[in-house]
C-alpha cells in the first residue's frame, strides 16, 4: 500500500476545486449521517466507498480506480490515504446524473469557463497532477500550475483549506 512514503503523487488534485460542494453532494446521496453535534461522518465502509469512487468519477469517469489512484479522494472522505475500500462501484443512474449535475453546477457558478464543456473541466483542472503530505494536525496538498490557471482568480469559492466536519483533517492547499 502506500506506507510511509511521503510526498504521495496524486494525479486528480484538481479535484479540490469542488470541496465547497462535498457536503451537498454527500447529503444529496445520503452518503452521510448528523452527529447531532454539527459534525457529520459516513454511513459505514458503504457510504465511504461509494464517495471515495464518486468523486472519482466527478474527475475521470472511472467507477473502478485502483487504490494507488485514490489517496485524495480518501482524505477528503475522512479516511487515511491507505484505508481499504471497496475495489469498484456499480451506482445508480441517479447517483451519477447527481454527479454530473454538481460539474454543471461548477460551470455555471464559475463564469469566467462557463461557455466551457464538462469535459474540458475535467481534463484541464481537475486531472492534475499534484503532491500530498501530512503536516501535524493538517494535510497539505501542492497541485501542478498550468498556464490557464489565471483562470482560478476568478473562481467564486474559496478552496484554499477543506474541512469538512467528517474529515479528521483539514487539507490546505497550494495551487
Known amino acids: 500500500m502506500l506506507g510511509n512514503d511521503y510526498p504521495i503523487v496524486v494525479q486528480n488534485a484538481g479535484l479540490v476545486l469542488l470541496g465547497p460542494f462535498l457536503y451537498t453532494l454527500f447529503n444529496r446521496l445520503?452518503?452521510?449521517?448528523?452527529?447531532?453535534?454539527?459534525?457529520?461522518?459516513?454511513?459505514?465502509?458503504?457510504?465511504?466507498?461509494?464517495?471515495?469512487?464518486?468523486?472519482?468519477?466527478?474527475?475521470d469517469t472511472r467507477l473502478d480506480a485502483p487504490a494507488e489512484a485514490l489517496p485524495l479522494?480518501?482524505?477528503?472522505?475522512?479516511?487515511?490515504?491507505?484505508a481499504p475500500v471497496w475495489p469498484s462501484l456499480t451506482p445508480a443512474q441517479a447517483d451519477l446524473?447527481?454527479?454530473d449535475q454538481?460539474?454543471?453546477?461548477?460551470l455555471g457558478?464559475?463564469?469566467?469557463?462557463?461557455?466551457?464543456?464538462?469535459?474540458?473541466?475535467r481534463e484541464s483542472f481537475l486531472q492534475r497532477g499534484g503532491s500530498l503530505s501530512p503536516?501535524?494536525?493538517?494535510?497539505?496538498l501542492t497541485v501542478q500550475k498550468l498556464s490557464f490557471d489565471?483562470?482560478?482568480d476568478r473562481i467564486p469559492w474559496q478552496f484554499s483549506v477543506i474541512a469538512g466536519s467528517w474529515m479528521p483533517k483539514p487539507l490546505h492547499v497550494t495551487w
Not at 445520503?30 to 474527475?59: C, P, W
Not at 479522494?73 to 491507505?82: A, E, I, M, T, V
Not at 454538481?102 to 461548477?106: N, P, Y
Not at 463564469?111 to 469535459?119: E, K, L, N
Open 150 to 152: 489565471i483562470l482560478l
Open 73 to 82: 479522494n480518501k482524505l477528503l472522505c475522512g479516511l487515511s490515504p491507505d
Open 135 to 140: 503536516d501535524g494536525g493538517k494535510w497539505n
Open 97 to 99: 446524473d447527481v454527479c
Open 102 to 106: 454538481l460539474l454543471e453546477a461548477v
Open 30 to 59: 445520503d452518503m452521510l449521517t448528523d452527529d447531532g453535534d454539527g459534525s457529520a461522518h459516513f454511513v459505514g465502509i458503504e457510504g465511504a466507498s461509494r464517495a471515495v469512487h464518486l468523486l472519482q468519477y466527478l474527475v
Open 109 to 121: 457558478q464559475w463564469q469566467s469557463i462557463g461557455h466551457s464543456s464538462v469535459p474540458v473541466l
